[in-house]
């Protein structure tokens, strides 16, 4: 399984993004699909994910700013973020999970926020 993130980006404080991740095979074929992200000199940090049934969750520091969503026909999830601060730069990660096997990872993708 290959999971290919793009959309990273330079942009200013209260700018958008929209990440892409793109799996090689169904993405409802896993239990859920999400993203990570790990800021410099910080832990890897859970961002949102979304289940093979449609239901989204996010951490409370991206809440109200970040959707996740995705596309079945593309095997494609996206992050859209919204409102983005210096706090959100970080390299963002997609990653799968699946009941047999452990997660799959994505190589990242990275966001930079910086006037």
């Known amino acids: 399984v290959q999971l290919q993130a793009s959309g990273g980006g330079l942009v200013q404080p209260g700018e958008s993004l929209r990440l892409s991740c793109a799996a090689s095979?169904?993405?409802?074929?896993?239990?859920?699909i999400g993203w990570y992200r790990q800021a410099p000199g910080k832990a890897r940090e859970w961002v949102a994910q979304?289940?093979?049934?449609?239901?989204?969750t996010c951490s409370d520091s991206v809440k109200g700013r970040f959707t996740i969503s995705r596309d079945n026909a593309k095997n494609t999830v996206y992050l859209q973020m919204n409102l983005l601060n210096s706090a959100d730069t970080a390299v963002y990660y997609c990653?799968?999970?699946?009941?047999?096997?452990?997660?799959?990872w994505g190589q990242g993708t990275q966001v930079t926020v910086s006037s």
């Open positions: 990653v799968a999970w699946s009941s047999s096997t452990p997660p799959y």
């Open positions: 979304i289940t093979s049934g449609g239901t989204t």
């Open positions: 095979r169904s993405i409802v074929s896993f239990n859920a």
